[in-house]
């Protein structure tokens, strides 16, 4: 009986202090946000940008201005959109299973 | 001494950008290439010799209880092997010695340039450049010499409909070709604008207590701010690179298994 108090009690504070570092870890992972923050703006402008420069790079060749600047515009775009969505979920995914996971510590 | 003074706020007011001006130290003309040793060059020298010489003490007398420095050395490996392991896999680790120079240098570079008229070389968006098409020239060469022609695959992911797979081709293409892009342009605008923020901010310190006015009042205010600044500045140095370090090992990855 006073056996299995005492694994009761290792039990409770077993999940207490398993909860304590799942805190510790939460607020580590946000501290990251910073980084991720600033990773998703990169990403999203750096898209555009290379979308839009091949787009012109490629009415330049074939003189077809402005329709390639268009078209390419619009899908680096979408291409920035896309590359943000990723790392959002990949931050997400990160969070959300913060137990046991080591890559949870990266936050990214 | 008043007119001393002007001139110094004068120069710290309304030039926050004089910082980043590259001069030569040593004029080297080879070949008709200008390749001088400049300022930048020189804190790159003194960043990568201040890392050799550092490890070096640390690895001198290896004990099994580490002393300080034998410390630090194991906990820059701890960090950055465990960021390539859970990356990578362990496979990964064969990338981990360039990994590990790539984020040691940046980091070298960033917490050099907080040193008070010390140059910051990753100002400098040519030299992120250099070191982001150095990633993407080792992403492209490894991931065709180790997959063949396999490695397209980074450009047909799985599980999209055949119909729509020529447009996600496009998309995959556009963000693979922006990669050193903003890998490069992170590292240099966090670094450019920190610096400038930092010293605009200083600058406003003169510049206010100079009025000699009731605005004179404030300048302790942007002082405060200015100490805030250099605090968050010390965490962006780490910060960048640490980013630059991990999507060089998310980029590495699609090397090692393209098209998942």
């Known amino acids: 009986m006073a056996e299995d108090d005492l694994g009761k009690k290792i039990a409770a504070a077993q999940k207490a202090h398993e909860q304590s570092r799942n805190v510790g870890r939460r607020k580590d992972v946000s501290g990251r946000g910073m980084g991720v923050g600033m990773r998703m703006a990169s990403e999203f402008v750096a898209s555009i940008f290379v979308g839009a420069a091949l787009g012109w790079g490629l009415d330049l060749v074939f003189h077809t201005s402005p329709w390639m600047l268009i078209v390419w515009f619009l899908l680096g775009f979408a291409t920035g959109i896309v590359n943000v969505v990723r790392v959002a979920k990949d931050f997400q995914s990160d969070t959300n299973d913060g137990q046991g996971d080591d890559r949870s510590e990266q936050g990214l | ?260």
């Open chain 2, 1 to 260: 001494m008043l007119e001393m003074i002007n001139v110094m706020i004068n120069q710290v007011a309304t030039d926050p950008i004089h910082q980043f001006k590259l001069s030569k130290i040593v004029d080297w003309q080879i070949g008709g290439v200008d390749l001088s040793f400049t300022n930048s060059a020189l804190f790159m020298a003194i960043g990568v010799g201040l890392a050799i010489v550092l490890f070096m003490m640390a690895t001198s007398k290896i004990e099994t209880v580490p002393g300080r420095s034998q410390s630090i050395a194991e906990i820059a490996y701890g960090f950055v092997a465990g960021m390539v392991r859970d990356m990578m896999g362990e496979e990964g680790m064969r990338f981990f010695p360039f990994v590990f120079s790539l984020f040691v240098f940046i980091f070298f570079a960033n917490m050099l340039g907080m040193f008070p008229y010390f140059f910051t070389t990753t100002s400098h968006i040519i030299v992120n450049f250099a070191l982001a098409m150095l990633v993407m020239a080792i992403v492209i060469g490894y991931g065709f010499y180790k997959n063949g022609f396999k490695f397209l695959k980074i450009f047909f992911p799985s599980g999209v409909p055949a119909a729509l797979s020529p447009l996600v081709a496009l998309i995959e293409f556009i963000s693979f070709l922006s990669r050193p892009i903003s890998l490069s342009v992170r590292l240099f605008a966090n670094m450019l604008a920190g610096h400038i923020m930092l010293k605009v901010f200083a600058g406003f310190v003169f510049s206010l207590a100079a009025t000699g006015s009731a605005l004179a009042i404030i300048a302790p205010v942007a002082l405060a701010g200015t100490v805030a600044v250099v605090a968050l500045e010390f965490l962006v140095a780490f910060l960048q690179a640490y980013v630059f370090a991990i999507l060089t090992c998310v980029y590495l990855n699609d090397a090692l298994h393209p098209g998942h």
